[in-house]
């Protein structure tokens, strides 16, 4: 299993729910993972867009340590491994989508990279 190289230095809740599902990749992993339920690799580094294939992999690792994401593997031919939100994955959506709504009121910036699965949190 994936061992982290410094431990975590969390004094209160809100450092381990930072350290759980903040940063870039973290919170859009959940989301993409919330949309589309479950999702090979390529599909989801598809989803992803523009995540290279170790930041994806680390980012992989550390969700699945944290239990947020469950990997299942499939013994076939070619082999086929699948990713999920677990429980604790899917207990952390209602949050990233009022962290969400909330960032919808004071950010306020038009783009067009707007990710799909962020229409669900109906920031607007």
Known sequence: MYQKKLEKDIRCPLEYGLSVFGGKWKSRIICVLAEKDTLRYSELRKE???ITDAVLAVTLKELMADGIVA???????PPR???SLT??????????????RWSGIFYKEETNAQMPQ??????R
């Open 48 to 50: 992803m867009a523009n």
């Open 71 to 77: 990997r299942q593997s499939y013994d076939e031919i």
């Open 81 to 83: 491994v699948e990713y």
């Open 87 to 100: 429980e604790k994955g899917r207990s952390v959506v209602p949050i990233l989508q009022s962290i969400c």
């Open 118 to 123: 962020c229409q669900r949190c109906d920031y």
